[in-house]
């Protein structure tokens, strides 16, 4: 059955304005909600992979949920390029661990990675909300926030700490690792509730999310390697 408010979400989403925060009733409404307003996405830009949300013990159980939950990333919100354009008035910064995976499922989450690379995403909500007064059913309904994800460098291994500055200010450290273990224990995790996937995967946040405005210049880096990326 087709929700009109997956329709109002795709809209807002093509438009860059915002729409007023709606109810959402339950885990399962969510959900359906989140599916068709992926579906749009994709149908619109085509497919770029996965994002994992809700990936730490913290946020779990300040949202109240018992596992992550992941979303579509369509094929232009994975981008390479460093200048971001903010279409949101509520967006943030996420430093994350990013893999490129080919036929990924529950017997060879860790031979299908192709690359892994340094990431930054962007999530910005088609609410007129801050992310702080909205829930955890209305964020999973909003696609986990999905709007863009900076393909850093590539990595000659998964890192043992992240770091996330915002115009040359440390706002986090955090080592890598999430609710299940490792960047690979999530690979597997998604596979059970996707089957057999490829394409990019974010695996979640390591440090954030942390508000951003407009020209906030953002760092993300490691022992190994960093990058910058600016929106305007």
Known sequence: MNDERADMLLAAYKMGSTIEPFEVKSLAEARLLSSQFQERLVNLEGFGGYKISFTSFRS??????????????????????????LKFPYAYAEAEIVVKARECDVSNYKECVEEVRLGLEIPATRFSAPLEVLNAYQI????????KFVLGPELSRIPKKVVLKVNDRKVGENVVFYVYGDVYSMLKWLSTRVGRFSGYVSTGA???????????????????????ATVV
Do not use: C, H, N, W
Request: aromatic share 8%.
């Open 206 to 228: 390591v440090v954030g999310p942390v508000a951003i405005r407009k020209y906030d210049e953002l760092e993300v880096e490691t022992e190994e390697a960093s990058f910058t």
């Open 60 to 85: 779990l159980k300040s949202f109240g949920l018992d596992e992550p939950e992941f979303a579509l990333l369509s094929g232009s919100m994975v981008v390479s390029d460093r200048t971001v354009q």
């Open 140 to 147: 999973i309904a909003d696609a986990l926030m999905a709007y």
